[in-house]
């Protein structure tokens, strides 16, 4: 700002020191005036006495201007009456004085004149209406639900009928009582298990409540209630179990009873001892080792003739034989029904008891033969690309068949496969198997699944093993179409070896079961091939089914053909005259052929009315006249309606329906006592309006009408109320537990 | 072997007595029964035919008066008890239950303008063309029961009584509306808006302190009896003659009017009528609410009572008699099941409410079938052959051809007034709904002018 400019700084100094010099001078004037009124002079007043003009003199001329004060500098206000009072000595008339004055100096109010008496009245009325008006939508709510009610009673207030109580009628009545009633009444008074009018509990169950703490007597019910609980299963489980015919099923549960015992007594010895039993049978039924066909056996049999030692030695072989196979649970023995011995031979039993028990993870092929079911599902839902489409309950129903099917070929395989397991314990495949067992990762179940085909394979076409396994294993890799129908054929073709084989079997069957009874057998026989033939019938349906679907599948022609069936109905033009044309070949009369069979010639099953008959008694249809919209491409006059029946017929929906159906259906209701049951009927019977006989109907009253809402609400409030206390009063328990 | 054979307690289906009705077991599944629709529709036929058959609504007739009937009052405490006053001054007390006359007092001289009895049903006030106001007590058997308890001498004429409904207050109408008390022979407070002569006043049964009445203006006026000026007022074309308030319904009250109309309305809303009940032939002269506000009677100078629901504009049925002339007053009885009607020719008549019902108890089986015939009438209401035959009625030769000759009239007015408006500067002729038709003018519309 100063750097080029020498000039303008030295003005601004110049400023500076003026500016200084001037505050130098106010500062003398602070002084000065200080000093005066250290000496004593009052500067103010001598300032004011300055101004002011005073009268010195009286003269005639006193100038009324000067007299208000109009100063020189026209700073002072006018004089004030009172100001000029001030100078009046205090006297009795000053107050009054005052007074008036200051009533006269108050802004002046005066009162309007009065409104013409129609205006007043006007505004009167219309205020009075309004304060009615508004009064009246108390009656609001209680008119509405009277205009909506169905159901209405008049009187509305009926007075209340209660039942007189013992003790209002014996104070009331305060006379004598006979002994009897006094020793009643004393009973009723004194009991402690008397209901009290003004409490929920009586006095006793009030005790108990106070002597059980609340959580106590919660659990003690929960376990009672539990208790209960368990008895009722237990009850309605033996009951339903009691119910069941199949005694089957009552000696599984025996036998599952009998084996829950023996666990419970000792272990591990007896359920070894059960084991190396079932395998002495199993080694047994299989070999038939101490059976007559050995070698040693047979020439013991020769030497028997002479011999009686070889021949003691015979039976005491087959004493053994006998042992071994007799089962040893004793339930077998119990059995003595010709059919249930039967059943046992044909392993079904086997099978079942396989299935639900631990037996099942003892014994290795049995626990296949459900994998091997298992894996041939998987199979099949893996080959078959329709499968995935259909529904869940389909493929339930076709796997339940499946495994039926199954189930009825594996009838006889149990010896095959046992035979085989226990000739090859000790071969790669079934050590690779045992391994597979108790893994559980995917390709492993898948190589399991390989095998057990392999093995189905090995045991229906007699073919080895090792090379093919391999094969199937990239079969099932691939998991082609063509593969599934092979499946489907190996299905049949192993329902039909079932076939071949139960029917194989039935025979020695036959013969062992001569003795007790040649018919029931017969019956087994049947029953059993019955079902199979069943089950390939199924078996074939689903290839059927199956090949349907391929040849549906994936083709986008298809969908361009639904797309064209969506849209083919929007040519209205054409359906509208095809409906027309239904409509009036359906109105055409027809030919009526009227000939009775057997009138004038034989007549019977078989025997129609001959052509001349026929034709004699046929009736040509009338012609009938044209439709009246016969020349009318676009309209379709029902020539159909019945005034008979029109004249019925409701032409218009009445007021509250909207649509025809709802006026339809409310029609359709029956409210007869025909159709309905009593309380159905007296409850659609009801009328809107129901008057007591011989009662006066007085008008509504203010304090019922009114307080029946307030009733309503109010018992709400003491709902509440109640359940404040019934909370407090839990808190105060729960307190005192604590405490 | 062991037959089984169907057995049945013999309890569930024998009868005890023989007056017992057989049991019927009844499979409901509607599947087995496919005509339930036409079948109840041929029982609401007969139902519909039987309820015009056995409509038989007249009772009875009390005749002893020799001059025509012109007011009534029924008894608020006594259901058998109905005071009738006629044209030639004379007062008589009815036993209705069994039809005779208790009483015959000379009562005025000239007619009997009005009748009231009052809260407590102990005293009758009436007031007559003598210009007094006459207190007699209603029991029909004390000393006095030929002489007036009390008698005030009016400066006016009145034309009409009626008591409070919950105190002993009334009010008179004549020049102008008076408020009585029972203690005071000076009206406690008078009411006056308009030169014109006051018709009718008439107490709220729900909120007693107001009133209403009608006046010669062709006016009807509110009142509070608590406030110093009357609430409101409406103009209607014509003249209304009475006004019933509605029991069940503290705001709503009808007016029956000269122009052959009845007019309900909602106090709180003077602008529209609630409804406008049209049926009769002629002058509305009196109306009276049923004690469960669901309907109300009227009677006309065309020699007929009508039955209206209180929320439809036609009347549900007429009652005619050949004798009967003009009737002045009607009345519903308190228990909603008879109609008193007085009329020109002397006589009083007793009706039924529900032309068809039975009288005197019904068995329960008779009356689950009266109501099952009610539902049924009410369910195919809509069919036209029921509605046909239950709206049928023979009605008066005059009244037949005036309700024509009137049905004509209105359609030609009709006519007329839509060619008006097709013929007219759009908006020129609005249409007015019925219900505002009638009313020329409510007051805070005046004053909205004014």
Redesign the interface.
Known sequence: MTKGNPQEYVKQLKEEVNDIELSDHELDDDKHTELLSSIGVNVDVDKKHKNKQVRTEASRDVSVFSLLGASGDGTQKKVNLNQLLKGVKESANVNVLKKQLSRVNRPQRHLEAPLPKPVAERLQRKVEYQKTSEKLAKWDPVVQSHRKADHISFPLTQPPLYIKTVDKQLSRIGKKLTPLEEEIYALLRGNKCVERPDHDLTLQEEEILASVSLEEAQERRAELQKHRALMSYHESKSKRQKKIKSKKYHRMLRKRKMKEDATKEDDDEAEDAVKRAERMRAEERASLRHRTGSKWARSRAIMAKHDKDSKELLNEQLQKHRELVTKPLPDSVESDDGVDTNVNANGEDNLYSSENFEIASSNPWLRTNVENKNGKQIVENGGDPVGNKETASDNNEEHKMDSECENESNLDEPKQKLRKWLSSEDTDLDVSKHALDISSSDAMVKFKEAYDKLQHEISSEKKTAPDRAENVFQDLKEETIEEDKEMQDGLNEQCNNAEYDVTVRSQPLQILSRSSGESKSMKVDTDATKSFSSATKVSEQEAEFVAEEDLEMGSEARQQMTIEQAFADDDVVAEFAKSKREIVEEGKPKVVSLALPGWGEWGGVGINPSKRKRRRFRVKPVPMKPRLDQKLGHVIINEKRDVHIAKHQVNDIPFPYTNKEQFERTVAQPIGSTWNTQSAFNSFVKPKVDTVMGSIIPPMNSDEALGELKKASKWKEDRKKLKRKHEHKNKLEKLKMFL | MKVKVLSRNPDDYVRETKRDIHRVF?N?D?AL?PF??P???T?ALNAVKLDRVFAKPFIASLDGHRDGVCCMCKS??K?NSLFSGSCDGELRQWNLTNRHCIRAVQAHTGFVRGLSCSHDGRVVVSVGDDKTIKYWTTDALSEDRDKPINTIVAKSLYTGVDHH?SEATFATCGQTVDIWNDERSEPVRSYRWGTDSVNSVRFN???AN?CISTISDRSIV?Y?IR??????KVVLKMKSNVVAWN??????FTAANEDHNLYTFD??NLNFAMNVHTDHADAVLDVDYA????EFVSGSYDRSIRIFPS?RSRSRDVYHTKRMQRVFCVKWS????YLLSGSDETNVRIWKARASEKLG?LTPREQ?AA??N???RE???????IKRISRHRHVPKSIYNTLKEKRTMKEAQRKKTQNLRTHSKPGAVPHVAERAKHIVSN??AN?ANE
Not at chain 2, 334 to 337: E, H, I, K
């Open positions: 009844r409901y509607p029964h339930e629709a079948r109840e529709y029982r608020k405490q259901l409904w049964p729900v909120e107001l509110l509070d406030a110093a000026v009357p609430l409101n029991p069940m319904e503290a705001f709503v106090m709180r004690p469960t506000g669901k929320n308190s228990d909603n099941r108890t689950t109501r099952y009610l539902k049924l369910k195919f209401a809509y069919h036209p052959q007051t805070d004053e």
